[in-house]
Nanobody, 118 residues
Framework: QVQLVESGGGLVQPGGSLTLSCAASGFTFSVYDMSWYRQAPGKESDLVAA????????NYADSVKGRFTISRDNAKKTVYLQMNSLKPEDTAVYYCNARRIVGTGNYWGQGTQVTVSS
């Protein structure tokens, strides 16, 4: 059974930090690129950050460059999103995505709410 379970969301003040985790199970984690997406109320889902299956390359949305860091631990089958200098506009539900590097396989987590507010 494939599962992606996000955790670490919550309420934080502007300028604060949070670290999101996404624990994977039920598939071969090391052959999947991993990404974080977010969806704010009334808006479409946007890519926040992505990391290749080996962790050798990362990609970030312009809005989070220099503030967010994506990383992964293939031994723990977990991907992380370190978020610093959070802004109210970062408020959204954050989703973890796994996409197989070759062939089919595209999975989503259930999402975790991040709210940035004073």
């Amino acid at each position: 059974q494939v599962q992606l379970v996000e955790s670490g969301g919550g309420l934080v003040q502007p300028g604060g930090s949070l670290t999101l985790s996404c624990a994977a199970s039920g598939f071969t984690f090391s052959v999947y690129d991993m990404s974080w997406y977010r969806q704010a109320p009334g808006k479409e889902s946007d890519l926040v950050a992505a990391i290749t299956n080996t962790g050798g390359r990362t990609n970030y949305a312009d809005s989070v460059k220099g503030r967010f860091t994506i990383s992964r631990d293939n031994a723990k089958k977990t991907v992380y999103l370190q978020m610093n200098s959070l802004k109210p506009e970062d408020t959204a539900v954050y989703y973890c995505n796994a996409r197989r590097i070759v062939g089919t396989g595209n999975y989503w987590g259930q999402g975790t709410q991040v709210t940035v507010s004073s």
